[in-house]
């Protein structure tokens, strides 16, 4: 039986990170003193004249808590047929697990090829820790 109290007697137990929070925007500002991040023009849908097309620059921050150590880190960007158009692996380091370490992720010329409901997933290890849908529509331009 488990002491609510005590330590969790599995190897991993809280230890493993959770993702808390994933966001896209245009631009992360970040204060070189505190590590206090600015997110600028959060968004959920992209517009775009036609497909295929290229975004020219967006940025991605993930949150994590519950980790400890070393964790690798992937971030990966699909479409709606599940067609995986980036994919990024780095590293969190957690010095506790009370720590809130975010990721922040600039992603430059993503290549979109479909319309609908694109998915950035986040994996510690390689499990899914967390998940964030956007939409690429195509807008008829202004007569």
């Given amino acids: 039986m488990n002491d609510l109290t005590g330590p969790d007697p ?4 809280s230890e ?3 993702c808390i929070a994933i966001v896209i925007c245009n631009e992360v500002i970040e204060d070189k003193t505190t590590h206090n ?3 600028v023009s959060i968004f959920n ?3 775009t004249p036609g497909l295929p097309c290229q975004h020219p620059r967006l940025f991605i ?4 808590t519950d980790g400890r150590g070393r964790w690798p880190i992937t971030f990966r960007i699909a479409g709606p ?4 158009i980036m994919r990024l692996d780095g590293e969190a380091h957690f010095a506790n697990p009370l720590d809130v ?8 010329g993503l290549q979109l090829e479909e319309a609908g409901e694109h998915t950035v997933d986040v994996l510690a290890g390689s499990e899914l820790r967390g998940s964030r849908r956007f939409s690429v529509v195509v807008q008829a ?3």
């Fill in 37 to 39: 991040k600015t997110l």
């Fill in 61 to 64: 921050m993930a949150s994590f």
């Fill in 101 to 108: 370490v975010d990721v922040v992720l600039q992603v430059r």
């Fill in 81 to 84: 047929s599940g067609k995986v």
């Fill in 10 to 13: 599995s190897p991993l137990g």
């Fill in 16 to 18: 493993r990170p959770i």
């Fill in 141 to 143: 331009e202004a007569t």
């Fill in 45 to 47: 849908t992209i517009g």
